[in-house]
């Protein structure tokens, strides 16, 4: 009922609590006949959706946040890609809030009214998948904002992937720490994630 001085809504801590199950479970092993999520392969969005994948990185002693988005179409072929530096970030939770509002906004601009938005930061996801949650923590505003953001499209979806399932997430994510201005590819990517890119693929 209170934790730090602080009391919390049931629905908030009801979705807090399974985000720490599922975490629980990672690191230790889940117990048989428990609905945990499983490792699955990366999907490719439904067709006529694009999936827009997020991650972020963290620099604790510099306070900076590495943010990156990929887009895909529903073949599993790239679209589009960013990587950038986010200042003042002090927490790792905030760099992945930061990295999935950017993958909303830059969903916006590919032209399309069905996206999913998928990321490896259980409690992020799980946070924009609860409309109707009210978050009193201090990035409550950032969320209420990604989440008036996605209600702009026709559609959408929030889902959870493991970050294994797109190798290319963590590099980009760790490239944009080292950027001074964000970092944008249309159609043809880079040359650094071209080879993950392949793997990724391979993997579908």
């Given at each position: 009922m ?22 629980f ?50 073949k599993?072929?790239?679209m589009?890609?960013?990587?950038m530096?986010?200042?003042g970030?002090?927490s ?18 590919q ?10 930061a ?9 409309e ?20 702009g ?10 970050c ?5 997430a ?7 720490l080292?950027?001074?201005n964000?970092?944008?590819w ?6 650094v ?12």
């Amino acid at each position: 009922m209170l934790w730090n001085g602080k009391a919390l809504e049931p629905s908030e801590m009801h979705c807090k609590v399974q985000t720490w199950l599922h975490e629980f479970h990672k690191w230790h092993g889940p117990r048989k006949n428990t609905n945990v999520v499983t490792r699955q392969p990366w999907k490719p969005p439904e067709n006529g959706w694009i999936k827009s994948n997020f991650d972020a990185a963290w620099d604790e002693q510099l306070e900076i946040g590495g943010v990156r988005v990929v887009i895909w179409n529903h073949k599993g072929e790239f679209m589009a890609a960013v990587a950038m530096r986010v200042e003042g970030i002090g927490s790792p939770l905030l760099a992945e809030i930061m990295a999935a509002r950017e993958a909303v906004i830059f969903s916006q601009h590919q032209q399309t009214t069905d996206v999913e938005v998928e990321g490896d930061a259980l409690m992020v996801t799980t946070t924009l998948q609860h409309e109707g949650l009210k978050d009193s923590s201090p990035f409550g505003h950032i969320i209420a904002n990604t989440r008036q953001i996605l209600s702009g499209f026709s559609q959408c979806k929030v889902t959870f992937g493991q970050c294994s399932t797109n190798k290319m997430a963590h590099r980009l994510a760790r490239l944009g720490l080292a950027l001074d201005n964000p970092v944008v590819w249309f159609k043809e990517p880079f040359d650094v994630i071209i080879d993950l890119l392949i793997e990724d693929s391979n993997r579908m």
